[in-house]
């Protein structure tokens, strides 16, 4: 029994290109290459192909299709009559292409790239994009679009990049950016030269920084504006690329001018005299709790810790629990002290490089209702005082006068024994006793003129004669005890 011997048989070149066909996926399983395109792999390439329509039928293998620099105007909703499962990549720029049909992406659902750069594309109907759940990148810069609708961009979840440079667009719906839920994964928005006049720069500065450092609005024909200058002036300050690759390019128009000038040479300058930014300050009150947020512009960032004014590192469960780190990167402070004042910073490993950022925080030394109180204080004090005033000035000049009233039913003087309270023509007050009169003494009709042209009433009553070496003299008269030669009265 002889052992067995391989044979080797020759393979000639028609056995070599039937083995590949049955390994490439553009065989008889697969379909054919369309003509004038180039296939490699699941790689199938039609551009300047001088084509008016897409090709067809196109293999089901598809993965990415470039039809640019071609004359395709229209995209129709049956450019793709079958599904295209694995196409992910749809070149289309440069094409002249001027309508696109809200049902022309119902084949291709798992398209994640889509180039329409470069064409005559004027509006963005509603719901337009709305079947292409998994896009990452849509490029429709270097259009005519002049109107956007704010549906356009429906149901993009995991839209990262959206390119709307060289367009005639003169307002963008930057409400689907501050409400977060429709493009909540986009980190790029190109709105270059464009006819923007205005943006909300408030809202924007609200963005998170990995947004804004993409957030590209240069060669706009903005209006000056001092919140547009504090924007680009903080983007500036954190080296953010759309503003710190753009300076020269971020320009602006000046009430009543008609050159532009740049955004970031307002400061100071007239007529808007606009400040420097200030860097992140937060204010609050003492019990208060507040949330320092550490917003970098490294989107997706894991690695974070933070530093408190006294140089303590905050850990992840937080030093005392007042200060706790939580999973998002922002650090929560409860019931906030004096001693919580201060500047906090907030260390990143970006995946380029670190970043530090600080946020300034200040304690007001009183509770959230304490301006309430103080002013209640005050208000009171001041009502009190007015008051005060007021019944002053009543007592001063509105308490009626006794006098009118009590002359008419005045009532004589007791009886005395001496001459001089018997006397009708005396018109000198007893000082001795009795009740005093309250309105002053009253003129008699038989005046006279006294000494030194003096008024005397009736003339001086004669004293009355002693009758003891202790009596007591009851009436005391200035002219009678004065000196003849003196006008000053001696009191006895």
Known sequence: CHPCVATRVPMGPLSLLLALSLLSPWGSAGGTCPPRCIC??????????????????????????????????????????????????????????????????????RLRHLDLSSNRLRTLDENLFSDLGELEVLLLYNNEITTVDRTAFENLGRLRKLYLGQNRIARFPLELLREGTRLPQLALLDLSANRLRAV???????????????????????????????????????????????????????????TLIKILDLAGKQPLNCSKAREAVLEAHLGDSVTLGCDSRWQGVRSRHWVTPGGERVLGDGGNGSVVLLANGSLQLRALRPEDAGTYSCSVAGPLLNETLYVELLVHNFTLHGPHDTLNTAYTTLVGCILSVVLVLIYLYLTPCRCCCCRGTEKPPAPRDDSINSSVLSTTPNHAGGTREPCGSHIASSAGTGQNGRFKGGGTPQLPTRQGPKAQRKVSDPDSVSSVFSDTPIVV
């Open 200 to 258: 909300p720069a408030g809202e924007l500065q609200a963005l998170p920084a990995w947004l804004r450092d993409r957030l590209y609005l240069h060669n706009n024909p903005l209006a000056c504006d001092c919140l547009l200058f504090q924007l680009l002036d903080r983007g500036r300050r954190r080296h953010l690329s759309a503003v710190e690759d753009f300076q020269d390019e971020l320009r602006c128009f000046l009430p009543g001018a008609t």
């Open 40 to 109: 490699a792999s699941n790689l199938l390439s039609c551009s300047q192909a001088n084509l008016s329509a897409v090709p067809a039928p196109l293999p089901r293998f598809t993965a990415v299709l470039d039809l640019s620099h071609n004359n395709v105007t229209r995209l129709r909703a049956d450019w793709a009559p079958a599904r295209l499962p694995h196409l992910h990549a749809l070149l289309l720029s440069h094409n002249g292409l001027a309508f696109v049909s809200t049902e022309a992406f119902t084949h291709v659902p």
